[in-house]
């Protein structure tokens, strides 16, 4: 199975650097990930994962994330960082659970195939006691409050407890369905915090494509990657064209990439993250 790559060129600069990166990380290897590329290879130095909690003022309480140290991790170092979202049935710990992050980012770092990242993988609804069994129209509130926890608490949070590099160009956002919604909306619309964006099926969350990119200039100048990407037979794809469709209007570079025989499922955004994980943090 291989996948329909578009990188957009228009806006010669940024999307020139794209087809440069896709050149260095490997064209094949991008459109099909090879076998066992998310499973736990043995003799390879490993990345940790763990539990962290912060303080939530946009909530009013305590709040929990994963954060992924990749392998080798030095306080001496600083790192770029990647804020990986969960969908509307999920939480932090979500992507733990059915897309094997650690395992995917470790087997690519042992390739030397990605920038050494930590990847925060947190709870994407703002909210003291909603939860993933409460009915969507509840927890709709919920996600969109996220956008200002996660600029007010979270990223302040994870720039004060790790090594970490603290500028927009060391900043990422990406998610799956809702969270994928979340990442363009917030990342879009917060192009002064986050210079590299990805919207893996994006759920119906997320904002008319008109809204999204109100000034071309801005994006073309600020970003240094948008990826979209989704199966042609999830239900949800008219969301992602739709997005790719107005890019293309407003000459907007970016990565699209449509999955043939793709559905709504983990098998399609672990090979999201492979491919999206090494295009980031290139220079």
């Not at 992050?101 to 993988?121: F, H, K, Q, T, W």
């Not at 709870?123 to 926890?149: W, Y």
């Not at 969301?239 to 699209?256: C, F, G, N, R, W």
Request: one cysteine or more; a negative charge.
């Amino acid at each position: 199975m291989s996948e329909l790559i578009i990188v957009a060129v228009a806006g010669c600069v940024l999307a020139c650097g794209n087809v440069e990166l896709f050149a260095q990380a490997g064209g094949a290897e991008l459109s099909a990930p090879p076998d066992g590329y998310d499973v736990r290879r043995e003799n390879i130095a490993r990345g940790k994962l763990e539990t962290v909690e912060y303080m939530s003022t946009t909530v009013g309480t305590q709040r929990k994330a994963r954060v992924y140290t990749p392998p080798g991790y030095s306080a001496t170092q600083k790192y770029p960082v990647l804020y990986l979202l969960h969908g509307i049935g999920g939480d932090e710990n979500e992507w733990v659970r059915h897309g094997s992050p650690e395992a995917i980012l470790d087997n690519l770092s042992a390739d030397r195939r990605i920038v050494p990242m930590i990847v925060v993988l947190p709870n994407g609804r703002a909210s003291k006691d909603v939860t993933s069994r409460d009915p969507i129209p509840k927890q709709s509130p919920a996600f969109a409050a996220f956008e200002r926890e996660l600029l007010d608490d979270l990223i302040p949070f994870i720039e004060k407890s790790y090594s970490v590099k603290s500028n927009r160009e060391s900043r990422a956002l990406a998610g799956l369905s809702m969270g994928g919604g979340q990442s363009l909306n917030f990342g879009l619309g917060n192009l002064d915090t986050f210079a590299w964006v990805g919207g893996f099926s994006s759920a119906p969350n997320t904002r008319r494509p008109a809204e999204l990119v109100p000034d071309p200039v801005e994006a073309i100048s600020k970003l240094r990657l948008l990826y979209v990407a989704c199966g042609d037979r999830d239900g949800l794809f008219r969301i992602s064209q739709a997005v790719h469709t107005m890019l293309d209007e407003k000459d907007v570079p970016h990565v699209y990439n449509v999955i043939p025989a793709g559905g709504h499922d983990f098998k399609v955004w672990r090979s999201d993250l492979y491919r999206f994980a090494q295009l980031l943090f290139r220079e």
